[in-house]
C-alpha cells in the first residue's frame, strides 16, 4: 500500500531503510536524476532520485512534469539541504502520462502564471503550490468552526436552500423553478402562475439560514449553520460571490454584548488554529505575498506581513465602537476635510467600502466592531434600541477585506416585531411561523453571519474572492 507524502516526510529518518510505495505528479525536476514528487497531501514534495541506468530508455521518457508516477524505493537519508529524506527508487510505473504539447497549453507549464489565467484553468490550477495551499487551508478552517462550535456545545443545523421565504433579501435572490420560461401558466390578470409550478408558490435560493436558525435556537439554545448562500446581486466586485458559503451561529439568551464577545472568541481561535495545524502552506502563501509585496510602490505594501496580520488579530482585542461614533471619527478625518472619499458623510448613509477601509487600516490598525446602527439601514429582526432610532447590529471589519461578518441581537417583543414588519411592509402571514415564536416563551437571543470565503481570504492573503472558492459563480461566470 501506498503511503502518503505527508506521513513519510513527517515521520522524518524514522523510516530510513523502509522500502515504500509512494504515487503522485511530478512536481519539477532537479539536475535531472531528483525528482520532486507531490501528492497534494502536504505542501511538500519528496525527491525521489533515480539512477538513469536503471531504467530503460523509453520508461524515462515519460517521466516529465505533471505525469502522475508511482514508485517503489528506499528511505534514506537525504545528502543534500532542504530536506531530511530521500526515495532510492528502485521500481517506477507511469500511471499517466503528460505530453508536452498538452502542458503547454495549461497551467502547468512549470512558470509563474497570473492568478487571472489560472481562474480559467479551475480543472488545473488545484495542481500549482498556490490552489493547493488555498485548498488545504480552506478545508482547516471549515474543520476548526465544527470544531469550535461542537467543543462549545453547540450543534449543526442544516437549514433549507430552496426556501419559501423572501422576507430577508428581496431582489436579490436567485428563483427556483420548473415552469417552461416560454410558455409558463398565467394567472387571470396576467402574471405568472407561480400555483401552477413544483412548490405550488415561489421559491428561491436562500440568502441566509437565520430565520430558521432562530426557530432552532429557541429550542436547542446553541446551534449554527454552515452551508452554501446565493446573493443574485449584480455587484462584480472582488468581495462577492453569487454563490458562498456562510456560518450562521444562534443563540438563545445572549445579547449584543455575548454576541461580540462571541464573533471574537471564534474568529480568533479559527486564526490560532491555522496558525498552528497549516504552517507550511502559510509560509509558501506569506513569502508568495512579501514576493508580490516588494514589486510595489512603498504606499501600496502592508505594513504587516500575512503571517504577522494573523498574529496580530490573535493578540489584540477588536475595537468596539458605536455607529454613531464611527460617523464622527470619519467626518474628523483628513480624507473627509480632503473631500478624498467618493461618498459623502452623514448619519444614517450605509457606510462604503472606503469608509470601512479608512477605519480599519487608517485609524484603528485593527479589527473593529461597529454597533447600533440607524434602523432604515438594516434588516427588520434587529431588536430596536431604546432611542428610537438605531438597532442592536454589529459589524465586524477586517484589514484589507472590510466586512467580514454581520450580525444582531434579535427582536423578541412581539409587537415592536409586528411593528417593524409593517413598517419595512413585510406581510405578517409570510412569517406567521417567525412570530409565532415570540408569542410562545420568547427570550432575548443573538447571531451572526460569517462569509466563509471573506474569512479564507484574510487567512490566505489573496485579494480576490474568486482565489479562494474552488469553482466561483459571478455574474456572467459559472463555468466548469
Ligand atoms: P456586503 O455589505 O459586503 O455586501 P452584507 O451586508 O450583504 O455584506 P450580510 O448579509 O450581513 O452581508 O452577510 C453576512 C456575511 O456574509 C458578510 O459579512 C460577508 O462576510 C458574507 N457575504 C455577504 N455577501 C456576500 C457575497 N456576495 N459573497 C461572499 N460573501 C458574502
Ligand atoms: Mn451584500
Redesign the pocket.
Given at each position: 500500500m501506498a503511503i502518503s507524502i505527508k506521513e513519510l516526510l513527517n515521520e522524518g529518518t524514522a523510516n530510513i531503510g523502509a522500502l515504500v510505495t509512494v504515487q503522485g505528479w511530478i512536481r519539477a525536476f532537479r539536475s535531472n536524476r531528483f525528482l520532486q514528487i507531490n501528492d497534494g497531501s502536504c505542501f511538500g514534495s519528496l525527491q525521489a532520485v533515480v539512477d538513469f541506468n536503471d531504467f530503460p530508455e523509453e520508461q524515462l521518457r515519460l517521466l516529465t512534469t505533471a505525469a502522475a508516477i508511482r514508485l517503489e524505493g528506499k528511505v534514506v537519508e537525504s545528502m543534500g539541504s532542504g530536506q531530511a529524506i530521500e526515495l532510492m527508487v528502485s521500481s517506477i510505473e507511469v500511471i499517466g502520462i503528460a505530453a508536452a504539447d498538452e502542458v503547454q497549453k495549461t497551467v502547468m507549464q512549470p512558470k509563474r502564471h497570473s492568478l487571472e489565467f489560472l481562474r480559467e484553468q479551475a480543472h488545473f490550477r488545484f495542481r500549482t503550490n498556490t490552489f493547493g495551499a488555498v485548498f488545504r487551508i480552506r478545508h482547516s478552517v471549515a474543520y476548526a468552526i465544527h470544531h469550535y462550535f461542537h467543543t462549545n456545545g453547540f450543534f449543526y443545523l442544516n437549514t433549507p436552500i430552496i426556501t419559501g421565504s423572501d422576507a430577508e433579501?428581496a431582489g436579490e435572490m436567485f428563483r427556483v423553478t420548473t415552469l417552461d420560461a416560454k410558455n409558463p401558466p398565467l394567472t387571470d390578470d396576467g402574471k405568472v402562475n407561480f400555483g401552477a409550478d413544483f412548490f405550488g408558490k415561489s421559491v428561491n435560493l436562500t440568502?441566509?439560514g437565520q430565520l430558521e436558525a432562530e426557530l432552532a435556537a429557541l429550542a436547542l439554545g446553541k446551534v449554527y449553520t454552515f452551508g452554501p448562500?446565493f446573493?443574485a446581486?449584480n455587484?462584480n466586485t472582488s468581495?462577492?460571490?453569487?454563490e458562498?458559503w456562510?456560518i450562521e451561529p444562534e443563540v438563545a439568551f445572549n445579547d449584543l454584548q455575548a454576541n461580540m464577545d462571541l464573533t471574537e472568541d471564534f474568529l480568533k481561535f479559527i486564526c490560532r488554529f491555522v496558525m498552528e495545524h497549516c504552517k507550511d502552506d502559510l509560509q509558501f502563501l506569506n513569502d508568495r505575498e512579501a514576493q508580490e509585496q516588494a514589486q510595489k510602490p512603498q504606499h501600496e505594501r502592508h505594513e504587516l506581513s500575512l503571517i504577522e496580520r494573523i498574529a496580530f488579530v490573535i493578540d489584540n482585542p477588536f475595537k468596539r465602537l458605536t455607529y454613531t461614533e464611527a460617523i464622527e471619527v470619519l467626518k474628523n478625518s483628513a480624507p473627509y476635510k480632503k473631500k478624498k472619499f467618493q461618498y459623502d458623510v452623514s448619519w444614517g448613509i450605509d457606510l462604503q467600502s472606503e469608509h470601512e477601509r479608512y477605519l480599519v487600516e487608517k485609524e484603528f490598525k485593527c479589527p473593529v466592531i461597529l454597533t447600533d446602527y440607524p434602523s432604515e439601514i438594516k434588516a427588520f429582526y434587529m431588536r430596536s434600541n431604546d432611542d428610537g432610532k438605531t438597532v442592536a447590529a454589529m459589524?465586524v471589519l477586517f484589514p484589507g477585506i472590510?466586512?467580514?461578518?454581520?450580525g444582531s441581537q434579535r427582536e423578541e417583543r412581539l409587537e415592536v416585531l409586528q411593528q417593524k414588519c409593517a413598517a419595512f411592509g413585510i406581510p405578517e402571514e409570510e412569517l406567521w411561523w417567525y412570530l409565532d415564536t415570540r408569542k410562545i416563551g420568547s427570550v432575548p437571543h443573538a447571531g451572526f453571519?460569517?462569509?466563509l470565503?471573506?474569512m479564507i481570504m484574510f487567512v490566505t492573503g489573496m485579494t480576490n474572492?474568486r482565489d479562494v472558492i474552488p469553482f466561483p459563480r459571478t455574474p456572467l461566470n459559472a463555468s466548469f
Open positions: 433579501g440568502v441566509s448562500t446573493r446581486e455587484s468581495r462577492h460571490l453569487a458562498f456562510m459589524d472590510g466586512e467580514i461578518v454581520g453571519g460569517l462569509g470565503e471573506r474572492i
